[in-house]
Structures are given as structure tokens and as C-alpha cells.
């Protein structure tokens, strides 16, 4: 059995497929679109081929170091120079798929509280990811409270407070100005008292000065500590897809100044930029974990491999 028939039943078992197939339509498009032309042109498995298909990768985001690494895997499995096209194609969603590597994304949500922080560069999606990872919470029965912890950006306190009221969850809110680390003790502390399963900590993205940054993270990482064991358990990094590489090399400062755990890829919705998530689980080694889909509560969605790389292969097809 073929690669993608394998990874095709899982797909359609994902519960959340037609936000994938949605969600990964114009990475699809564009994708398909490119290697269409490469079929036209192909004769066989040379080094021509594998550089137009190395071209194609970058130009999806895939990032050059990924790339490189996918061609190189694909060249591994390619015995015979003379393997029709389709069958090199679905080698190569097989290598994008191992260089992937294990999925990684299982979370532990047994502390109680659990306290999640969400870090980022401005507007990559925080504040936003946090409702909606309230909201996924919510679902699943855990009593959910956020933490208003962006005491820097105007405005940003309401942008939570006004999701949790719509989600009916309590919001702790910092005062402007005030120290983020301050609300973040008002926070633990409250959820120690009030039977909280998950605490969700916003935070301010502002990336001027890396030592700026590094102090702030590392004080509100310290008290959340002194209140509750462990915490903060994890430590959820958003990355706007549709800012690519460039993105992508902006959030690495949050990698070297804290523990990352998992990743939260926002926007995925219209941008071509899918290829990304390659180059996230490679540059950084950590795993993507949430996926956005669009601006309503129930657009984040679990990050599963086999179906991201199916939406892409077949996405086309299914969408129609
Ligand atoms: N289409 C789309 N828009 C999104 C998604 N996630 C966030 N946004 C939008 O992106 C914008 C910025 O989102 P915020 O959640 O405010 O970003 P932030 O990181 O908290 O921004 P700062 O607090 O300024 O650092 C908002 O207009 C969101 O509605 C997504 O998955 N898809
Ligand atoms: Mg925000």
C-alpha cells in the first residue's frame, strides 16, 4: 500500500478535516500547481529534477535546511532514475513525513492547576490563541480561567477580558502599566483558590530588546514557580504563517530566551505558506502543536501530521 493510501483513512477520521482542507487549500493549490509543471517537464530522477524540486519546497516555505533534508531523503528512497513522476511524488510526501520525525505534541494536563503560558512576537496571534484555547478546554470539561498578563499594549487587556466574558470564564486582569509578573501571582493565586484545571497566561510580545524580554519572561516564569509548583508546565510559542521564514527566524528569540514546548501556528487560513510547519519541527525541534485556522473560537485546531500532509497531496481532489 501507498503512502498516501495509508495516511488517507486517518484523514478522514480527523474529526477536524474540513478545517485542514480548508485551512492548508491555498498551500494545496499552489503546491500542486508547481509540481503539475514539473510533471510536464519530466523525463527522469536527475539532478535537474531534484534542484527544480528543491526550488519548490523553498518557495512553499519549507526553509533551505529542510528542504535540503526532504530531497535528501527522497534521493535515498529513489532506486531507479526511471520511477514515474506520481510514484516519486508520494515518496516525497513520505520523506516530508520522516523528516518531520515523531509527532511530539502530547501534553500532560494533570497538574491542577496547569498554568500555560502563550509567548510571541506582537499581533503573531497571543491573545487570540488564548480565547481559543480556552474555549477547546471548555469542551473537554476543564474549568478554564485566562490571565490578563499584556500589561504593556493599550487595549490588550479589554481584547481578553471581553473573550473570556463571551466565553464565560473568569479573566485576571492586570492594570496597565502595572507589573505583568504581579498578575501573574494574582493568577496562580486565584486559581489555587477557585478549582482552576487550566490557567492560560497572555503575554506581552514586544521584542525591542532580547534582554528586556529574557528579564520579564524569567520573573514571570519565577513566580508562577513560587505559587504553584512547576508551573509554568508549558510554555506555547504562536508563529504567524503567513510571515513565513521571516516569522519564523523572529520567533526563535522566545526558543533562546525560555523553554518552548509546542508551537501554535496562527493564520494558516489564506496563506500559501503551509510548508512551514517543516521547518519549524527542523529549525527549532519542537513540535507544532495547535494550528489556526481563522478568527472564530473554535478555528484552533490539534496539529496531526498525517493529515496535514494529506491535505496538501490530495487537498485538491477532496476540496474539488
Ligand atoms: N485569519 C486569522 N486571523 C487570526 C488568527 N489568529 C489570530 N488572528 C488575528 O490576528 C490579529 C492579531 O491577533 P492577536 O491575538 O491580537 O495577537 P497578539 O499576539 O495577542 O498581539 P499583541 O497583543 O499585539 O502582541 C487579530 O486580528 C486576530 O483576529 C488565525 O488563525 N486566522
Ligand atoms: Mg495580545
Not at 70 to 81: C, Y
Request: aromatic share 10%; charged share 25%.
Amino acid at each position: 500500500m501507498g503512502f498516501i493510501t495509508n495516511i488517507r483513512n486517518k484523514f478522514f477520521n480527523n474529526k477536524d478535516k474540513q478545517h485542514y482542507l480548508s485551512g492548508f487549500k491555498e498551500t494545496s493549490r499552489s503546491f500542486n500547481e508547481k509540481m503539475r509543471l514539473l510533471a510536464e517537464g519530466f523525463t527522469e530522477c536527475n539532478k535537474a529534477f531534484y534542484e527544480a524540486l528543491m526550488i519548490i519546497l523553498i518557495q512553499s516555505d519549507v526553509g533551505v535546511n529542510t528542504s535540503e533534508l526532504i530531497v535528501n531523503n527522497l534521493k535515498s528512497k529513489i532506486k531507479d532514475k526511471k520511477t514515474p513522476f506520481d510514484d516519486v511524488v508520494e515518496k516525497l510526501y513520505e520523506s516530508m513525513a520522516e523528516v518531520y520525525g515523531k509527532q511530539g505534541n502530547e501534553f500532560n494536563y494533570d497538574f491542577k492547576p496547569t498554568v500555560i503560558f502563550v509567548v510571541g512576537v506582537n499581533g503573531s496571534g497571543k491573545t487570540t490563541s488564548i480565547a481559543k484555547l480556552a474555549y477547546y478546554f471548555k469542551q473537554q470539561g476543564k474549568k478554564v480561567a485566562v490571565v490578563a498578563a499584556d500589561t504593556f499594549r493599550a487595549g490588550a487587556i479589554d481584547q481578553l477580558a471581553k473573550w473570556a466574558e463571551r466565553l464565560d470564564i473568569a479573566c485576571i486582569l492586570g492594570k496597565q502599566q502595572r507589573d505583568p509578573a504581579a498578575v501573574i501571582v494574582d493568577g496562580c493565586r486565584y486559581a489555587n483558590e477557585n478549582d482552576i484545571d487550566i490557567l492560560l497566561c497572555d503575554t506581552a510580545g514586544r521584542l525591542q530588546n532580547k534582554t528586556n524580554l529574557m528579564n520579564e519572561l524569567a520573573k514571570m516564569i519565577k513566580v508562577a514557580k513560587r505559587e504553584i509548583e512547576d508551573a509554568p508546565h508549558h510554555v506555547w510559542l504562536t508563529i504567524d504563517a503567513s510571515t513565513g521564514q521571516n516569522g519564523l527566524s523572529q520567533a526563535r528569540i522566545f526558543t533562546e530566551v525560555t523553554n518552548v514546548s509546542g508551537i501554535i501556528l496562527t493564520k494558516m487560513d489564506g496563506t500559501a505558506k503551509g510548508g512551514i510547519i517543516l521547518a519549524i519541527k527542523h529549525e527549532l525541534n519542537i513540535p507544532v502543536s495547535f494550528v489556526g485556522f481563522g478568527e472564530k473560537v473554535d478555528d484552533l485546531k490539534e496539529f496531526e501530521l498525517d493529515s496535514y500532509i494529506y491535505s496538501i497531496a490530495n487537498g485538491i481532489k477532496d476540496v474539488g
